[in-house]
């Protein structure tokens, strides 16, 4: 049996009542603003599906879309090419016991891949907003050698270079 928690070991009520409030509240005022950055994310998503990646220089950012593919595994094809696998088959993959056999190392994903037991398929499109890398000294190409940044055709000609 464990001991009752002493008075002041137990948070008082106002504390957790406040706490409360304020969590319940701010959750009703998110929920607007997800509802329309979803609006807005699937709105870029159409534009840039339909016109291409572009590349905002005054926000510095790129916009591009990015595909995330699913994978699906033919478990007709794993019994055959890999009887070891019995464990991970169902109706359907156990794509959970799979992946933990892949972790263990009883088989790897070349070896799925290699003999045709896994499929890609598109889940989603991943919109992508990245900041542009800014580079203002010489970049670390490892090794202990850098590479000298690109200068801007207006960096060039104050210079006095040609």
Sequence with gaps: MSPEPTRAARPSIDVRSRLLDEYLDL???VKPLEKRLEEVR??????VTEHGHFIDEVRSVSVRIEPRFGKEYDSERLAEAFPRLAGCLKLA???AQLEACLRAGMVTESELEREGVV???LRSRALIVKPL???TGPRDLGFGQQMEPLHSVKELGSSGAT
């Design 93 to 95: 993959v156990d794509v």
């Design 27 to 29: 959750k009703e005022r």
């Design 42 to 47: 699937d709105r870029l998503l159409d534009l």
């Design 119 to 121: 499929a890609r398929t």
């Design 133 to 135: 890398a800014r580079r």
